[in-house]
């Protein structure tokens, strides 16, 4: 690498941050924000009407890590994830055309990369620390009665930083997604719940064409039981394997959607 | 006088729209009018030079490097755009100092020149509220803000005294008249022939897309002033004026608009016939209700000096 190289590289990181800085600010005002806080939440409120039922002993022999589990496979990944990496992600690009605000930011010293990768990391950013609080407080309140047990942390970490990856991932594809399409939040919505929830159960190697195929094969697989003669079911790839994996196509679509950015003419419509 | 912006051969279509066509043309320093009805392609021209959508074919150039995607260039450049659109949530403070952040200026600076910004565009007081409840004209002195806030050496601002009240339109004006003086280049658009004409003598004249005319003010006024212009006016006495008016070698037309109850009258020469008007009106006694122009814009100028 050399001098000038690492100048434009450090310039690029600074331009990256300040656009960072900007959108994380900004994002945290807007009205979505506040709606998909209020949904990452839900979660909680779940959480404490199965607290009070088990403490009027109406479902007492149900583990809260059992309840705690189900949530974060049903909920969280099959669903809060992919909406909030459909909306923010999409919308670091289109937002900008929607609003026709992208003069602002293309008329400025910094490289429309800087502008896609500074508002990804500040979305990102945001939506995992949602996702987070959200996991955080159903956690402890659907585990009150075994607080002291510290391998249920190690769950709760294991399961945060799945999401955290399922988040980072599902937001580059979408970013992605927002920069090449103009009605991305309907293919947006097609590929999560269609997509996704369908192919992940394919035989052989058809399911790793999905995102949640990796982030299912970095938890427990759940035990098929007396299911376990069905075809449709998850064969999950090693740790390591899925990890390379969801960086690899975060990286990818990142790219492609700083390429994409760079030369593709936006028209705002008057 | 070295150009400092180049356009060859700049054309863009929409589709099967024709925004801009065939434009060559050479900036020099100062302040250069860019004068077209709405929908000429003044904004197309604007977009063009700031790299804001590429050219189908042609080239723009500022300082001889080409504009599009060449990011470093817009530390020198201010844009105001025309479209009425903002980070709603933020204050107006909070829009300069972010937007000055992407300059790479240090916390310091910033806070410095975003003072200066909203002073000059008289915004102190309201820097805390947020954008959406700023009023019309506001909204469009914050966008004056965000193209100066940065010192830029080259600014360019797209119908910058819309939606602005008579003072605010003089403060700007002043504004980029003392950003002239400072040695900076101005390029700023109207559709209002009076409001280019308060800032700058040199002008160019776009129309469907085509340059059809470039160079001094009073070429394009003195087309306009043998343009036959037509006056409205209702009044008390409409036929007894219109009996006085006909004494004059620069009334052509006079007749009647029964449904508006005005009197209707051509003249080709403006200035003439509008300093007539207050002797004839107190001399004779008239009770003046209105005076308007019906084709006192660009457009009708436009029509008329190509034929339609």
Redesign the interface.
């Known amino acids: 690498m050399t001098q000038s190289d690492t100048r434009k590289f450090s310039f690029f990181l600074q331009s990256a941050k300040d656009v960072f800085v900007f959108f994380f600010s900004l994002a945290k005002k807007v009205r979505k924000t506040k709606i998909f806080f209020f949904i990452s939440f839900l979660p909680v409120f779940m959480a404490f009407v199965v607290k009070f039922s088990q403490i009027f002993s109406l479902a007492r022999n149900i583990e809260g890590i059992y309840i705690f589990n189900n949530m974060i496979m049903m909920f969280y990944m099959q669903f809060l994830i992919l909406i909030l990496a459909l909306f923010y992600g999409t919308s670091v690009s289109s937002e900008e055309l929607e609003g026709k605000t992208l003069t602002y930011l293309t008329t400025r010293p910094v490289s429309k990369s800087a502008i896609i990768i500074g508002k990804y990391l500040a979305y990102t950013g945001l939506v995992i620390i949602m996702t987070t609080l959200g996991v955080v407080f159903s956690f402890l309140v659907l585990n009150l009665n075994e607080l002291y047990e510290l391998s249920l942390y190690k769950i709760l970490l294991r399961d945060v930083a799945v999401l955290g990856l399922g988040l980072m991932c599902y937001t580059a594809f979408f970013t992605f997604v927002g920069t090449i399409l103009k009605r991305s939040i309907m293919f947006g919505l097609v590929f999560s719940f269609g997509w996704e929830n369908v192919i992940q159960y394919f035989p052989g190697s058809t399911q790793k064409f999905t995102i949640v195929h990796y982030l299912k094969s970095l938890l427990p697989s759940p035990s098929t039981g007396r299911f376990s003669f069905l075809l449709f079911r998850l064969e999950p790839s090693s740790t390591g394997n899925s990890v390379f994996m969801l960086f690899l196509i975060t990286g990818v679509f990142l790219g492609l959607a700083c390429i994409l950015f760079t030369f593709k003419e936006y028209i705002m419509e008057d | 006088m070295t150009a400092v912006i180049q356009t060859q051969n700049l054309s863009k279509w929409?589709g099967n729209v024709l925004g801009l066509s065939d434009v060559t043309l050479q900036i020099e320093p100062g302040i250069t009018g860019i004068l077209g009805p709405n929908g000429a392609g003044k904004?197309t021209f604007l977009k063009l030079i700031?790299?804001?959508?590429?050219p189908n074919i042609g080239r723009v150039m500022i300082h001889g490097q080409n504009v599009w995607?060449n990011?470093?260039?817009?530390?020198q450049?201010?844009?105001c755009?025309e479209?009425d659109?903002?980070?709603e949530?933020?204050t107006g403070w909070?829009f300069l100092t972010?937007?000055l952040?992407?300059?790479?200026f240090s916390p310091e600076d910033i806070n410095a020149k975003a003072e200066i910004a909203l002073d000059i565009v008289e915004l102190t007081k309201d820097k805390d509220r947020v954008i959406r409840s700023y009023s019309r004209g506001m909204r469009q002195r914050l966008k004056v803000g965000?193209a100066i806030a940065h010192d830029p050496n080259i600014i360019i601002l797209d119908e910058p005294l819309n939606g602005l009240d008579p003072l605010g339109r003089r403060k700007i004006i002043r504004l980029i008249k003392e950003y002239k003086g400072e040695g900076r280049m101005i390029v700023v658009s109207s559709h209002v022939l009076p409001e280019i004409e308060a800032m700058t003598n040199r002008i160019i004249l776009i129309h469907q897309g085509k340059v059809f005319a470039q160079g001094d003010i009073h070429y394009i006024r003195d087309l306009i002033e043998t343009h036959p212009h037509i006056v409205s006016i209702k009044c008390s006495q409409s036929r007894l004026l219109a009996e006085k008016f006909i004494g004059y070698d620069y009334v052509l037309k006079v007749h009647f608009d029964l449904q508006k109850k005005s009197l209707l009258v051509e003249t080709n020469n403006r200035d003439k016939f509008f300093s007539l008007l207050p002797s004839l009106f107190i001399d004779n006694n008239i009770e003046v209700e209105e005076i308007t122009s019906p084709d006192d814009n660009l457009q009708a100028v436009f029509d008329y000096l190509i034929g339609k």
């Not at chain 2, 700031?50 to 590429?54: E, S």
């Not at chain 2, 990011?71 to 530390?75: E, G, K, N, T």
């Not at chain 2, 952040?101 to 790479?104: A, D, G, R, V």
Request: charged share 10%; aromatic share 20%.
């Open positions: 929409y904004s700031t790299g804001q959508i590429k995607n990011y470093a260039m817009f530390a450049i201010g844009f755009p479209q659109s903002f980070y949530e933020l909070q972010n937007l952040k992407l300059h790479h965000q």
